[in-house]
């Protein structure tokens, strides 16, 4: 049996950087409060909580504290409320977030609506919304557009969730370049690493006879990455950890692949090869 690593997988920049500034902060802060959870993975959520940190889903009765953002950034209004009730701000949102929220916010200024392509459930997306006072539209993919959308005459800017599956992405950018309407702005807010672990996921998948993909069952760019090996290897298994590897269903393998979504740290995909070269 063969193990064959993605090129690329794992924890990226952003989830690295809020993991930093949180773990940082525990150590000199006596009360830590996290608005949702900082990253969607339930064993570093758990290890988080450990140490002392607080989630909470409502800031309604938070005053004179201490809140950590989490990577997926929240909306304008949270940071009106924290400065009004005397909460220090430790801002964890990726800093490819914080760009969208740059660009929604400016566009909307200029009189623009906004579009989103993304999950419309997933944190990411609401704080993004709340950077816009003007019509905001959210779409999971073009077809739903194509459907819903009844606003084609007024100027629009378009974003994408920064971990937006990629070929969903040029087929957007696409469409819209094909219309040469000079009113449509689009914007290339798909982060770079979630292309490039897409890619390496694609490239995995066709030359293994099992993949297994580690990360939380909350992960948007898990998710992706599971439904792409899906896509070209049928034995593709999605799981959070090394107690969920499904033995039995990959004994046979030859070649197995091994992709992680953004919010898995290393240790966790480590601990999984190991469990499957040992057992």
Same mark, same amino acid.
């Given at each position: 049996?063969?193990?064959?690593?993605?090129?690329?997988?794992?924890?990226?920049?952003?989830?690295?950087?809020?993991?930093?500034?949180?773990?940082?902060?525990?150590?000199?802060?006596?009360?830590?409060?996290?608005?949702?959870?900082?990253?969607?993975?339930?064993?570093?959520?758990?290890?988080? &909580?450990?140490?002392?940190?607080?989630?909470?889903?409502?800031?309604?009765?938070?005053?004179?504290?201490?809140?950590?953002?989490?990577?997926?950034?929240?909306?304008?209004?949270?940071?009106?409320?924290?400065?009004?009730?005397?909460?220090?701000?430790?801002?964890?949102?990726?800093?490819?977030?914080?760009?969208?929220?740059?660009?929604?916010?400016?566009?909307?200024?200029?009189?623009?609506?906004?579009?989103?392509?993304?999950?419309?459930?997933?944190?990411?997306?609401?704080?993004?919304?709340?950077?816009?006072?003007?019509?905001?539209?959210?779409?999971?993919?073009?077809?739903?557009?194509?459907?819903?959308?009844?606003?084609? &005459?007024?100027?629009?800017?378009?974003?994408?969730?920064?971990?937006?599956?990629?070929?969903?992405?040029?087929?957007?950018? &696409?469409?819209?370049?094909?219309?040469?309407?000079?009113?449509?702005?689009?914007?290339?807010?798909?982060?770079?690493?979630?292309?490039?672990?897409?890619?390496?996921?694609?490239?995995?998948?066709?030359?293994?006879?099992?993949?297994?993909?580690?990360?939380?069952?909350?992960?948007?760019?898990?998710?992706?990455?599971?439904?792409?090996?899906k896509e070209l290897c049928e034995n593709t298994h999605w799981l959070e950890n090394s107690d969920k590897i499904p033995y039995d269903l990959i004994k046979n393998s030859k070649k197995i692949g091994i992709t992680a979504g953004a919010s898995t740290p290393l240790e966790i995909v480590e601990e999984v090869i190991v469990n499957v070269r040992t057992k």
């Amino acid at each position: 049996m063969e193990i064959i690593r993605a090129d690329f997988y794992a924890t990226c920049f952003g989830v690295d950087r809020a993991l930093k500034i949180t773990n940082d902060a525990l150590k000199s802060e006596n009360e830590l409060f996290c608005y949702g959870e900082l990253i969607h993975n339930n064993d570093v959520m758990e290890n988080l &909580e450990r140490k002392g940190l607080h989630i909470v889903n409502d800031l309604k009765d938070l005053k004179d504290s201490n809140l950590v953002i989490r990577s997926h950034g929240v909306g304008h209004s949270v940071y009106d409320y924290c400065m009004k009730n005397n909460i220090r701000i430790i801002d964890a949102t990726c800093p490819k977030v914080r760009r969208i929220h740059g660009i929604v916010r400016q566009q909307c200024e200029a009189g623009y609506d906004i579009i989103i392509f993304g999950n419309k459930n997933h944190p990411e997306i609401e704080g993004i919304k709340g950077w816009c006072e003007n019509s905001v539209y959210i779409y999971s993919d073009l077809n739903e557009y194509k459907t819903n959308h009844k606003h084609d &005459e007024k100027k629009t800017c378009i974003v994408f969730q920064t971990t937006y599956h990629i070929n969903k992405y040029n087929e957007i950018k &696409e469409y819209f370049y094909s219309l040469n309407n000079n009113a449509i702005i689009v914007k290339d807010t798909v982060c770079r690493a979630t292309e490039l672990r897409q890619e390496a996921a694609r490239k995995l998948a066709v030359v293994c006879d099992s993949v297994l993909v580690i990360g939380g069952k909350q992960s948007s760019n898990t998710k992706k990455l599971y439904e792409i090996c899906k896509e070209l290897c049928e034995n593709t298994h999605w799981l959070e950890n090394s107690d969920k590897i499904p033995y039995d269903l990959i004994k046979n393998s030859k070649k197995i692949g091994i992709t992680a979504g953004a919010s898995t740290p290393l240790e966790i995909v480590e601990e999984v090869i190991v469990n499957v070269r040992t057992k």
